[in-house]
């Protein structure tokens, strides 16, 4: 089981340009979560998908997209980049019960110049 | 919404000594509280759980333990090791709502 799989590991972008953050999970669960994580300030949710075919806010999504492509599968897309959207970006999964463990992915190091 | 806060921000012990990070939640709906490693560089790993039927919970070297009442929850590493360097996250889960609420982090430094 590779687990939880992000791609990809480092990007630079200029201000303006668009990307897509890539995430799969092979462990079958439900629940899939984007993070970004900034110096002194934890993990932040984006988005999450509660089950395939749904998605919700978290607490910081504005300038962020998602898309549950699949039950493996789950996207987050930058559509005009910003300087303050530099962080590093983690998907989780969990198999969605209440004490489900999440499990995350290795991480995306964004920069937006 | 719920918040999660965690103290101390940083925290520096001697090899051999006892760790203790706090956090405090303002959801009492929330029954669901992992903690996560993180190294340097790495992905938040899960250390120790605890739901919010049991009082304290132990494995090894590690427990947490969760007072309702007061809404707290703390993890005890005793017999620290270098090792243990990393920087400590507990969370809050609020049940069927599928979020999971973080504190900001405590960067444990074990000193040899």
């Known amino acids: 089981n590779a687990g939880v799989t992000q791609t990809p590991k480092f990007q630079v972008l200029k201000t303006g340009q668009s990307m897509t953050l890539q995430c799969a999970q092979d462990m079958n669960h439900n629940s899939m979560y984007w993070y970004r994580q900034d110096p002194g300030m934890g993990l932040r949710l984006i988005y999450y998908?509660?089950?395939?075919?749904?998605?919700d806010k978290g607490e910081v999504p504005n300038g962020y997209n998602v898309s549950r492509l699949n039950k493996r599968e789950f996207s987050l897309r930058l559509e005009s980049a910003a300087p303050s959207q530099t962080s590093v970006y983690f998907c989780?999964?969990?198999?969605?019960?209440?004490?489900?463990?999440?499990?995350f992915g290795p991480g995306t190091r964004l920069t937006v110049l | 919404g719920e918040n999660v806060e965690q103290h101390p921000s940083t925290l520096s012990v001697q090899e051999g000594d006892s760790a203790v990070i706090k956090c405090t939640y303002s959801d009492s709906a929330s029954n669901y509280f992992p903690w996560y490693k993180q190294e340097l560089g790495k992905r938040p790993q899960l250390i120790i759980d605890?739901?919010?039927?049991?009082g304290e919970k132990k494995d090894q070297r590690i427990a947490v333990t969760l007072n309702k009442t007061a809404k707290h929850f703390s993890l005890h590493i005793t017999e620290t090791q270098p090792e243990d360097s990393a920087v400590y996250f507990c969370a809050a889960s609020i049940y069927n709502f599928n979020k999971f609420y973080f504190g900001s982090g405590t960067k444990l430094n074990v000193k040899p």
């Open positions: 989780a999964s969990s198999g969605g019960g209440l004490t489900d463990t999440q499990y």
């Open positions: 998908s509660a089950s395939e075919g749904t998605t």
């Open positions: 605890i739901r919010s039927n049991v």
